[in-house]
């Protein structure tokens, strides 16, 4: 089945440090990305997504390109804000009936 | 607009007691699931439903009963509680069953087993 590997951190950054955390998957066929956003206490929220290569999804500063020759999808923020600290979701998905896999997830944190 | 509405928000439940965790969705989607996540181990699926009526097993289903009689909501049934089950709870839906919609979740239910 479908898979993903993501960086896990945890990651502690300071603000207006540049951000990548890194994505790749495994699937058969080209599934949709997704990035999702887990702030403290809360529920996961779609942060951004593509859904074909070389396109690029993005969202409050964020952004990610689908790339499919790496099979790829790194996320990316030039200038982190404290706000930004949340733990992050990569996962790619599929239609019909197969289901949404998802990464660990990466717990970062910005400090002032 | 509710959209994924999770009840309760918090559940302490002795070993081998039964509950059903609740979850509501006003959105119409068809597509709906429960995940748990747990320290490093990310969100694991348990049950899905691409429809009313119909449900299917994920990747950690044992445990575990659901059932879709309306669109709008699909209950997670702990039969018998058992302290591996000591987890946070979250219900996610989609508009359609293709995943290039993307997920809408709610806000989770924090379940102790003791």
């Known amino acids: 089945g479908d898979s993903v590997t993501q960086m896990e951190g945890p990651v502690t950054l300071s603000e207006e440090a540049f951000l990548t955390i890194n994505c790749t998957y495994t699937?058969?066929?080209?599934?949709?990305l997704f990035w999702y956003v887990q702030y403290p206490g809360e529920g996961l929220q779609l942060l951004l997504k593509?859904?074909?290569?070389?396109d690029k999804g993005s969202n409050k500063g964020f952004e990610a390109t689908y790339r499919k020759e790496t099979t790829s999808f790194h996320l990316e923020k030039g200038s982190v804000q404290v706000s930004d600290s949340a733990v992050y979701f990569c996962?790619?998905?599929?239609?019909?009936?197969?289901?949404?896999?998802f990464g660990k997830g990466m717990k970062l944190t910005v400090n002032p | 607009n509710a959209g994924v509405t999770q009840t309760p928000k918090f559940q302490v439940l002795k070993t081998g007691q039964s509950m059903t965790l609740q979850c509501a969705q006003d959105?119409?989607?068809?597509?709906m699931s429960w995940y748990r996540q747990d320290p490093g181990m990310g969100l694991r699926l348990i049950h899905y439903s691409v429809g009313a009526g119909i449900t299917d097993q994920g990747e950690v289903p044992n445990g575990y009963n659901v059932s879709r009689s309306t669109t709008e909501d699909f209950p997670l049934r702990l039969l018998s509680a058992a302290p591996s089950q000591t987890s946070v709870y979250f219900c996610?839906?989609?508009?359609?069953?293709?995943?290039?919609?993307?997920?809408?979740f709610g806000s989770g239910t924090r379940l102790t087993v003791v």
């Open positions: 996962a790619p998905g599929r239609g019909g009936s197969e289901k949404l896999v």
């Open positions: 699937a058969t066929g080209y599934p949709s």
């Open positions: 996610a839906s989609s508009r359609h069953s293709e995943g290039n919609y993307g997920y809408t």
């Open positions: 959105m119409n989607h068809e597509y």
């Open positions: 593509a859904t074909k290569a070389d």
